[in-house]
């Protein structure tokens, strides 16, 4: 039997506040264990909660760019539960009454765009961490976390592939960045993607169980869970078995998912309207003062590549899906204005440096007036595009500006038609049979001509003059 896969996905974005959601305590990551608690974090009776404004307003900017119903009126609720990582007992969430609902964003697909529903974007508080440690006979409990505010989004089962829920992910994360209210790295937890999965029999209209999968930190093992998952759920009901509506974990190790415990329904949580926090009203004219903050998004960015630029749709893609790429190459066409070129470099030998460097762009060691330094080089014939490529690495780790390579290492192109004469004249004199073949009409052997006239003036000489002395010469000699 053939099935179709359904898939739906939530995700927790941790929102980049100074502060945590409901106290003063700060959020950094990577501080010892149990540092930035309180009262509150620690569920101490008599401790009370007060909302992060900014937590609020970056939820707000977030639904206004998710094309969301931003609600006037919204309000939190607590959602028991018992867990060693949660000290009070109930985790301070949103629950009939989210902050954002009824959003979409599009993605790209092998068919063409894609309308992904949101269903809705509500404010909680993170849990604290468990740290299970081998040499030790017990677990530990970190509670630097607990109170850190996320952003929970879920859509709608509107994705039929692991494909197409990488391109959600990304372009979802795409958005939150170019926000700066999420920094969306996987490995430390600030983006936590969940996807709910369950297959049908090709044509039906129901709905099958539904498995939710965790603890999956990267594009690659959401792609590959899902691909496990559906082969297991389709053997399990080819085998005549039921699919049982559980949480499952990825294990990477074994490259399958695991039962972590059966799967909770809303009434398990025993939500309810907390009691020490009032309901939120929002001013309309405070939210839409938001929208105005709301950036140039993704998309949008991309599209304007293209059509302001001339640049193809991929190069527009990779350049746009970060925004300080983007930024850095519209720095860079401002002070040199071939679009293409700037592309072909940032996209080439800058990704490459930064990749080995293992930092983001904005955090190059060479900067767009450094860069575009060497393109002018290039562009007046001071140096040839072999030169220069061969001298990035040294650009970029040394901190020296490209002229200041080029002389020390005297690698200036010689571009003077007088000197190039007599090399071009020389490598003639040299070559009779490939000069009588060229007027033959095999064009293919100025490639060769070319390259020993590079050779004999040690790969300085202007390649593109080169050329234009070589046909020149052969044409006066027939």
């Known amino acids: 039997m053939t099935y179709e896969v359904v898939i739906g ?175 969306g790295n996987m490995e430390e937890g600030s983006f936590r993607c969940e996807p709910n999965l369950s297959i049908r029999p090709l044509g039906q209209q129901e709905f099958g169980t539904k498995v939710e999968l965790k603890n999956i930190n990267s594009f690659k093992y959401v792609k590959d869970a899902i691909e496990y998952e559906v082969k297991r759920q389709a053997k399990v009901l080819q085998d005549g078995g039921a699919i049982r509506q559980e949480t499952r974990l990825w294990n990477l190790d074994r490259g399958e998912t695991a039962v972590m415990r059966s799967k909770e329904e809303a009434h398990d949580y025993r939500y309810f309207p907390d009691p020490d926090l009032v309901p939120l009203k929002l001013d309309p004219q405070w939210i839409e003062d938001f929208r105005d903050s709301v950036p140039e998004l993704p998309a949008a960015r991309a599209g304007r590549f293209v059509n302001q630029y001339g640049l193809p749709e991929y190069d527009a893609g990779l350049l746009t899906a970060s925004k300080a790429m983007a930024d850095y190459f519209e720095a860079c066409v401002g002070l040199f204005p071939h679009p293409k070129t700037v592309s072909n470099w940032v996209m080439g030998e800058l990704t490459r440096e930064l990749n080995t460097a293992g930092v983001d762009v904005d955090s190059s060691a060479v900067s767009p007036e450094r860069l575009v330094g060497l393109l002018a080089m290039v562009d007046r014939g001071t140096v040839s595009l072999k030169v220069a490529r061969e001298i990035f690495p040294e650009l970029y780790q040394s901190g020296k500006s490209a002229e200041d390579i080029v002389r020390d290492k005297g690698l200036t192109q010689v571009s003077d038609e007088g000197v190039l004469e007599s090399l071009v004249t020389e490598v003639l004199a040299k070559n009779p049979g490939q000069v009588a073949q060229f007027k033959e009409g095999k064009h293919q052997v100025l490639g060769f001509l070319v390259g020993q006239v590079m050779k004999a003036s040690g790969g300085k000489a202007n390649p593109g003059k080169v050329n234009e002395l070589l046909k020149s010469k052969i044409g006066d000699s027939r």
């Open 9 to 183: 996905v939530e995700v927790h974005a941790q929102l980049r506040t100074k502060s945590k959601m409901f106290c003063g305590c700060g959020t950094t990551f990577g501080l010892s264990p149990n540092s930035q608690t309180c009262p509150v974090c620690l569920g101490l009776p008599g401790s009370l909660p007060v909302i992060n404004k900014a937590a609020v307003e970056m939820a707000v900017r977030a639904g206004l760019a998710l094309n969301c119903t931003v609600a006037r009126a919204n309000r939190f609720a607590r959602k028991n539960y018992f867990y060693p990582d949660l000290p009070k007992g109930y985790q301070i969430s949103q629950y009939e009454a989210p902050i954002c609902e009824q959003g979409w964003i599009d993605i790209a697909t092998g068919d063409g765009r894609k309308r992904i529903r949101i269903r809705r974007a509500h404010l909680e508080e993170d849990a604290g961490k468990s740290v299970h440690e081998s040499a030790s006979a017990g677990s530990r409990v970190d509670l630097n976390r607990a109170g850190t505010p996320l952003l929970e989004i879920v859509t709608e089962p509107d994705m039929r592939s692991s494909e197409e829920v990488v391109a959600y992910l990304k372009g979802l994360r795409d958005i939150l960045m170019y926000l700066e209210i999420c920094d």
